[in-house]
């Protein structure tokens, strides 16, 4: 549910608000691009310290907390009287939306399941390509007949509704007992201090291994859904197809987010860290050189495929590498890069465009940096995978009489 309704704060949502924002206050594209980058660069700024709360305040305490900033941001976004009403209301969607309940979903899965988290993940997860799938017609069917500060008020009853009753009156504390059975995920760097700190976080190679990863998806995804309508106009297609091709991703990052748990239980997330950027790597392929409107649904499956994947073997493997224990002082920091990213992406594509580029410069670019980042998450490929794999490629070279140096 909190997955879901982070779509509040998410920028495929708060993009269907812009226009009459615009008209409202007469504001630039420029300025309301600034006003909400700004808001999201702050966001991220604040999460690590927020985030980590998580480890030492009550799961109840933080998340009705945490409720309550999303509820007030969203009824002051829907009382705006001037233009610096704006960024204040992006600032709380985005921290206690895009940020916050995110956060709070996937680190309570992380942290009360061990033997299944794999699947526990994969079905929290599920509520993000819900949202996308749902929402974004919904909530314009509101605006256009309520308007689009009532249709706020419409969301905040929502999330007040479902989130806080569910809280207050469904969770108790047999439900928050780790689960058994599992292996020990506490690792020994956990097991020898204290209490594990960011700045111990930052230090660490297994931070540098998955920082790429964690902070490209966010960057290339936001950044190309920004610009959907320039990209089908670059390439001469009817705008309508977009609708239908978000629904293609939608479905596919459901599905494979589904898929992703059960294998992640049974072989690890290691296992598939590598590998999940492949399809996203020919999507862009897609998108950059074959021309038709049918490329869109390759590319948005391919896109959601990797997605979908993606978040779940990347929330796993966090855990994984630090532990369970400190696992929201983790997430926090991961998830503040991943929303910092999601402000650069636009900004970066914007300049690219503004300088007259175009978008034969913005697909090389990111697919040049997407391989980049596919080859260092060949890191995390332990020495004797790497070795049973060539011994056996070895072998199935010699049965085709092939030599091999």
Avoid: C
């Avoid at 006003?35 to 009705?64: C, E, H, M, Q, W």
């Avoid at 983790?330 to 503040?336: A, E, G, P």
């Amino acid at each position: 549910m909190m997955t879901a309704l982070s779509s509040f704060g998410q920028t495929f949502l708060l993009a269907l608000y812009v226009p009459f924002i615009m008209e409202e206050f007469s504001l630039s594209n420029g300025l309301i691009s600034t006003f909400y980058g700004v808001a999201t660069i702050v966001s991220a700024a604040i999460l690590p310290k927020v985030g980590k709360l998580i480890d030492t305040v009550p799961l109840r305490k933080f998340t009705l907390t945490t409720t309550f900033l999303f509820i007030i941001s969203l009824l002051f976004f829907s009382i705006s009287q001037a233009w610096w009403y704006v960024p204040i209301a992006f600032l709380g969607m985005r921290l206690a939306g895009q940020g916050l309940y995110s956060h709070i979903s996937i680190t309570s899965m992380s942290r009360y399941f061990s033997v299944n988290r794999g699947k526990a993940i994969s079905l929290a997860s599920l509520g993000h390509p819900m949202g996308q799938a749902i929402l974004p017609a919904i909530i314009l069917l509101v605006i256009t007949q309520i308007g689009w500060r009532q249709s706020l008020w419409l969301n905040a009853f929502l999330v007040a509704v479902v989130v806080t009753l569910f809280t207050l009156f469904v969770i108790r504390d047999k439900h928050l007992i780790p689960e058994q059975g599992g292996e020990d995920t506490q690792n020994s760097k956990e097991q020898s201090q204290q209490k594990i700190r960011q700045r111990d976080i930052m230090r660490s190679k297994e931070f540098w291994l998955l920082a790429p990863n964690v902070f490209f998806i966010p960057f290339a995804i936001t950044g190309l859904f920004f610009y959907q309508f320039p990209i089908v106009e670059f390439k001469g297609w009817n705008t309508s197809i977009i609708a239908v091709g978000l629904t293609a991703y939608a479905i596919a990052s459901a599905f494979s987010i589904l898929t992703a748990g059960p294998l992640i239980d049974k072989y690890s997330a290691r296992t598939f860290f590598p590998f999940y950027l492949f399809p996203y790597l020919i999507a862009l392929l897609f998108i950059w050189l074959v021309s038709p409107s049918w490329t869109i649904y390759p590319y948005m499956i391919l896109m959601g495929l990797s997605t979908g994947f993606g978040s779940a073997t990347v929330a796993a493997l966090q855990v994984e590498f630090f532990g369970q224990k400190y696992i929201g002082t983790v997430r926090s920091l991961f998830t503040s890069m991943m929303v910092l990213s999601s402000a650069v992406g636009p900004a970066l594509f914007g300049i690219i465009l503004d300088a007259g580029w175009g978008f034969e410069t913005v697909f090389p670019v990111t697919i040049g940096m997407l391989v980049l980042v596919i080859f260092q998450s060949l890191r995390s490929i332990p020495a004797y995978s790497r070795a049973k794999w060539k011994f056996k490629w070895k072998r199935i070279m010699k049965s085709k009489n092939i030599f091999i140096v």
